[in-house]
């Protein structure tokens, strides 16, 4: 049985990470959505770097939760034929010790340097533009894709979802895209777990309401 799930800031929500949409949204009065571009970064980089410095650095408040245990123990019985794809920028999937997880939008705890185009592992701050570590220069942006840019690793997500037998959507309001569409992508059955009917509920075979620490360890037991 080869399984695809998509996971979204749901599954991190009951770690104590906001999500996009439950938290009133705003952060220092912008709209996610805003600051989360190419075109705010060029208008007020310190903006866009603060903000992510503020989530990088909340990560070490945080721990995974029973939904991302439960996947880990998901991937122990399929081995290879689990893949986790994630909207999520945490790295609460890997803390959980799930080994097969990819970030479409990218991570918090990854910095990419604009200027010699290498990527670092980074926990620290990025505001204060530190040095890159390969080149030198101080072009230094997260690692994270912005509205309007290409997700990562479109082509491996693509035939995962051709090839699988199950793809499971857990903690996402369905609303952004590619990820909204990858129900549709998807050759096998469709499930998804969700507190509340997200934007896409209808296109899934079945749909189980709840949170993430219940339904997950559910469904994987
Ligand atoms: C807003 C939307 C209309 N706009 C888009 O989709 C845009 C534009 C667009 C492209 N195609 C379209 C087609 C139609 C309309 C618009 C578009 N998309 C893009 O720009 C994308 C890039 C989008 C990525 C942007 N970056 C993010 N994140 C990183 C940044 C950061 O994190 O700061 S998106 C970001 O927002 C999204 C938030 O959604 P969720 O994770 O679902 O969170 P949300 O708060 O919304 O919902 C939480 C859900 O959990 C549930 N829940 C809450 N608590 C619990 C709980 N305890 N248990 C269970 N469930 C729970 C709730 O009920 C709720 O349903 C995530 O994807 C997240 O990563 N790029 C692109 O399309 O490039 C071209 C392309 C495409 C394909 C191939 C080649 C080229």
């Known amino acids: 049985m080869r399984i695809v799930v998509l996971t979204g ?13 439950d938290s009133g949204g705003l952060w220092e009065g912008h709209d996610p959505m805003q600051v989360a571009t190419p075109e705010a970064y060029a208008d007020d980089p310190g903006l866009v770097q603060r903000f992510y410095d503020a989530r990088r650095a909340a990560l070490t408040q945080v721990e995974p939760n029973a939904a991302h245990h439960a996947l880990v123990r ?59 570590p390969a080149c030198g220069g ?13 997700p990562y690793g479109m082509d491996l997500v693509e035939e995962a979802l051709e090839e ?22 998807a050759r096998g059955a469709t499930l998804e777990l969700n507190l509340e009917p997200s934007a896409g509920a209808g296109d899934f075979a079945e749909s189980r309401r709840g949170p993430a620490t219940r339904l997950v360890p559910d469904w994987v037991n």
């Open 9 to 21: 800031a749901g599954i991190s929500a009951e770690s104590g990470l906001t999500t996009f949409r």
């Open 74 to 132: 998901l991937e122990a019985a399929l081995g290879d034929d689990l893949l986790v794809v994630t909207q999520n920028v945490d790295d609460l999937h890997e803390r959980a010790g799930s080994r097969r997880v990819h970030h479409i939008h990218g991570r918090l705890r990854s910095a990419w340097c604009t200027r010699c185009d290498e990527r670092h592992d980074w926990h620290g701050p990025l505001a204060d533009g530190p040095a890159c």
């Open 164 to 185: 699988c037998d199950l793809f499971v959507s857990i903690g996402t309001s369905g609303v952004v895209y590619p990820a909204a569409a990858f129900v549709h992508w």
């Open 138 to 150: 101080s072009e230094l942006r997260p690692d994270i894709v912005w509205f309007g840019e290409i």
